[in-house]
């Protein structure tokens, strides 16, 4: 004979909706901090580039058209596409799978420059 499997109902406040943004905000803040400032500025001037180009992309592309070399982390990845995005210069476009054969094509997020941005940049 076989049973449905039973849930508990979740303890009252051990639910935070809020813990994972937090969780991901103190992540890519540490991350950040720890980045090398030689790699962060590469890939900074990599990720510029590529939102020039005005084509969507992602990290693994920044490897793979040579721009930019793999970090010695890949908690590095985020918090410098989230610093361009924040400073205009690209913005998040939709998910695909990764090319990356190290994540073996996990989702990931995709990119473009935003038309400012390349409107500015041809200037």
């Given at each position: 004979m076989t049973q449905q499997l039973q849930f508990s109902e979740p303890v009252q406040g051990a639910v935070n909706p809020d813990a994972g943004e937090?969780?991901?905000?103190?992540?890519?803040?540490?991350?950040?901090?720890?980045?090398?400032t030689a790699w962060a500025d590469?890939?900074?001037a990599a990720i510029e580039?590529?939102?020039?180009?005005?084509?969507?992309f992602q990290a693994a592309?920044?490897?793979?058209?040579?721009?930019?070399?793999?970090?010695d982390s890949?908690?590095?990845w985020g918090p410098a596409?989230?610093?361009?995005?924040?400073?205009?210069v690209i913005e998040a476009r939709g998910y695909a799978k990764?090319?990356?054969a190290t994540v073996h094509s996990s989702i990931?997020?995709?990119?473009?420059?935003?038309?400012?941005?390349?409107?500015?940049?041809?200037?």
């Open positions: 937090t969780a991901k905000v103190d992540g890519m803040a540490l991350a950040e901090a720890n980045t090398p590469a890939c900074a580039e590529m939102a020039r180009r005005g084509a969507e592309d920044l490897i793979a058209e040579q721009l930019l070399g793999e970090p890949p908690n590095r596409f989230l610093r361009a995005a924040a400073a205009g990764s090319k990356r990931c997020r995709t990119w473009q420059g935003t038309a400012a941005y390349r409107a500015g940049s041809a200037a």
